[in-house]
């Protein structure tokens, strides 16, 4: 029996590693809980994993797992939530920014209190404005769009229900939009906490400007997917039928007016002559295009299970 699972990616964070180790060590002596801290190294290449290592030659309860490769911080977050056996699972950055010290009452949110996600919430925030300001405005689309009213989605520092990380899959850059992926695969108790947030300490960060953009691509996409992956047909069906049913009313509209001008004897051009025509015609092919690419899609996610296919390079002190 486990109670907490601290999961921490991490990327070239050796001068860290033992410092926060030992600080985590610390609170979960001090309040006597069962733990593991799951060390995913995302393909580093200083001494990091070496410092894994040695963690979990001294600490058994230290748990790592190394890719092959740099597969980026939500990958390293959801191989960290495939290993996790604790009951409440707590994430967090593994550049000191996030304080351990938070531990025990997100741990007592989840399971007393009855929530299945707590967000951290850097409320005072040790960043540069070039960060923070872009990253108010995010948060902002985000509430909008998602109805989520958490001020600081993009919190390395989070804490789950087990059942939670176990059901939700993350790929690409998606680890900002976790409480939206939680949401939409039906897990609506959601919170936030203000959590201490500390400078870097050592390193430098590893999102330059670039993740703004990412951000936002990834927001669309991460709206996108999470509404319609479990029926894309609804999606792409009605874009459909709409084009559809337009070419077929175009198409109705221009046989009535030949019709109408034949049977006065006026005289009408082709039905084919006409720029309206082709305009049908696109809408009808768009219509039946669309709908064959939601029922494609049905098909496929029909066929596909979860499945995870990262290159790992080694693994350390996991049982089974
Ligand atoms: N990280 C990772 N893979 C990456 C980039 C970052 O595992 O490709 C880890 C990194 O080691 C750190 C966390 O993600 O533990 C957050 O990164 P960083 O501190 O650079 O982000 P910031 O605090 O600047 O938003
Ligand atoms: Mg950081």
Known sequence: MIQISVVIPVYNEEESL?????????????????????????GSNDGSWRQIEKLADLNPYVK???????YGKSAALD???????????????????????????LYDMIVKEGWEVVSGWKKKRHDPISKTLPSKFFNGITRMISGIK?????????????????????????????????????????????????????????????????GFLDLISVSFVNRY?????????TLGTLSFLSGFVITVWL???????????LKVRDI????????ALVALIVGVQLFLTGFLAEMMISNTSRKLDYNIDKELNFRG
Not at 99 to 104: H, L, M, T
């Open 18 to 42: 033992a410092e926060l180790h030992n600080w985590i060590v610390r609170v979960m002596e001090g309040h006597a809980f069962s733990y593991e801290i799951i060390l995913v190294d995302d």
């Open 64 to 70: 790592g797992v190394r890719f092959g490769r740099n």
């Open 79 to 105: 191989m960290g939530f495939s290993k996790a056996e604790g009951d409440v699972v707590i994430t967090m950055d593994s550049d000191l920014q996030d304080s351990p010290d938070e531990i025990p009452e």
């Open 150 to 214: 958490l001020h600081d989605f993009n919190c390395g520092l989070k804490a789950y229900d087990k059942k939670v990380v176990k059901n939700i899959h993350l790929y690409g850059e998606m680890h900002r939009y976790i409480p939206l992926i939680a949401k939409w695969s039906g897990f609506t108790r959601i919170t936030e906490k203000v959590v201490e947030h500390r400078p870097r300490k050592y390193g430098k960060t590893k999102f330059g400007l670039e993740r703004f953009l990412y």
């Open 229 to 237: 992956k479990k029926r894309p047909m609804h999606f792409f069906g």
């Open 255 to 265: 046989i009535s007016e030949k019709i109408y001008g034949l049977s006065r004897g």
């Open 272 to 279: 084919t002559a006409q720029p309206l025509f082709f305009l």
